[in-house]
């Protein structure tokens, strides 16, 4: 995750915190008066209304920072912009965001393949390139690019079958 992305993050926490807070206070206090006739204490009201909101930030937190580790997010992802290959098991070692110029941005996601299925796939690499515009060999490298104009997204995969190392980079203008 970037410094401004995480930067955003804590400022939405800390007025999700903020705001929850009172708004938690208020309904326990309610709960606590007309459901449980005053049984719970004003210090357990106070500490549940706190824990409430930063479990919340915390799960929110971990969802998004391993989002950028996860696999099938990223399967998913080359299936949306049609790649049109199923990568072998993979597991992504390396993430960042990059901030280009002005509101530009890149991530670059660097992955591993778990095993030497990705070389078995280099008939399958070569055919693509043959049959699909979009994909060109350079070298040892099989290169995937599209451009999403409507999206303002510029996608590109760049498998190493001989390596076997790939690195997805998604440019965001």
């Known amino acids: 995750?970037?410094?401004?992305?995480?930067?955003?993050?804590?400022?939405?926490?800390?007025?999700?915190?903020?705001?929850?807070?009172?708004?938690?206070?208020?309904?326990?206090?309610?709960?606590?008066?007309?459901?449980?006739?005053?049984?719970?204490?004003?210090?357990?009201?106070?500490?549940?209304?706190?824990?409430?909101?930063?479990?919340l930030i915390g799960i929110v937190y971990y969802s998004i920072?391993?989002?950028?580790?996860?696999?099938?997010?990223?399967?998913?992802?080359l299936e949306s912009i049609g790649v049109?290959?199923?990568?072998?098991?993979?597991?992504?070692i390396d993430y960042k965001n990059v901030h280009v110029i002005a509101d530009d941005f890149k991530d670059v996601y660097q992955m591993v393949f778990n095993d030497s299925?990705?070389?078995?796939?280099?008939?399958?690499?070569?055919s693509l390139c043959n049959a699909n515009e979009k994909w060109i060999k350079k070298g040892e490298e099989f290169i995937y690019n599209n451009?999403?104009?409507?999206?303002?997204?510029?996608?590109s995969l760049i498998v190493r079958p001989r390596k076997g190392t790939a690195t997805f980079v998604r440019y965001m203008w």
């Open 84 to 92: 049109g290959l199923t990568l072998p098991p993979y597991v992504i």
């Open 65 to 77: 920072y391993h989002a950028y580790y996860s696999t099938s997010y990223m399967n998913s992802r």
């Open 147 to 155: 451009v999403d104009f409507d999206k303002e997204f510029n996608d």
């Open 1 to 55: 995750m970037s410094e401004l992305q995480l930067l955003f993050l804590g400022i939405y926490a800390v007025i999700f915190f903020i705001i929850a807070v009172p708004i938690l206070l208020l309904i326990l206090w309610i709960i606590n008066k007309w459901l449980l006739k005053g049984r719970i204490r004003l210090l357990y009201r106070v500490l549940l209304s706190t824990a409430i909101p930063l479990a």
């Open 117 to 126: 299925s990705i070389k078995t796939m280099l008939p399958t690499l070569d």
